[in-house]
């Protein structure tokens, strides 16, 4: 079952869906800006990218290793994203970020626990941008910024600002009581790389 925004609310009251930092009402141009929609809420960029070097080519074999073991210096820049210095994508262009915002879905010992799936933002889309085009699942115990795999397969750069409202939160009950199977990307603070990995 899809929470609504009503439950959203709810669930982060009480602590059974936790984001830092908590969702509120941002204003531009004078005008609120609510991260919430019907059922889901709006998460930000954060400012930390990773871009692929295609100067240096490398192949990636599925069946050999973690994929944490490919993020290496050697294989992504990493950029930190400021006001004054977006990143303009190019058409083709795959870039991994993050979220700003950490999520936690703690399992509960008793009452229903939440999982959640992530998906980019359909004003984004019809400009080319794909964010998060696969893997949207973001399972029950999970905490951690989010990783983003966005591409441009636009005919136009997009340029990406930090703390830009890039994706969206739709969060569900688990029926049952989930057994823990903790990922390679548990406790994760930057795009890629699992807590105490480089990235």
Do not use: W
């Not at 969702?23 to 609120?32: G, K, L, M, T, Y």
């Not at 703690?106 to 794909?130: D, K, N, Y």
């Not at 340029?159 to 939160?169: G, K, R």
């Amino acid at each position: 079952m899809i929470l609504s925004n009503v439950e959203i609310h709810r669930a982060i009251d009480e602590r059974r869906l936790v984001i830092t930092p908590e969702p509120e009402p941002r204003f531009r141009q004078n005008e609120a800006a609510c991260p919430y929609q019907t059922s889901s809420v709006d998460l930000r960029l954060g400012s930390q990218i990773l871009i692929p070097r295609g100067a240096r080519p490398f192949n990636i074999d599925l069946q050999q290793g973690k994929f944490a073991d490919l993020v290496t210096p050697e294989n992504f820049e990493e950029r930190f994203l400021r006001e004054d210095q977006p990143y303009s994508l190019r058409p083709n262009t795959l870039v991994l970020a993050q979220t700003l915002e950490y999520v936690e879905l703690p399992i509960q010992e008793s009452g229903t626990s939440l999982a959640a799936r992530i998906e980019g933002r359909s004003s984004f889309a019809r400009c080319g941008m794909l964010v998060h085009f696969t893997a949207p699942t973001i399972h029950a115990g999970f905490r951690g910024t989010i990783t983003l795999e966005i591409i441009n397969l636009g005919p136009t750069t997009i340029v990406l600002y930090p703390a830009t409202p890039v994706c969206q939160l739709i969060v569900e009950e688990v029926k049952g009581y989930p057994l823990r199977n903790d990922s390679q990307f548990q406790g994760q603070t930057g795009p890629g790389a699992p807590a105490g990995a480089a990235s």
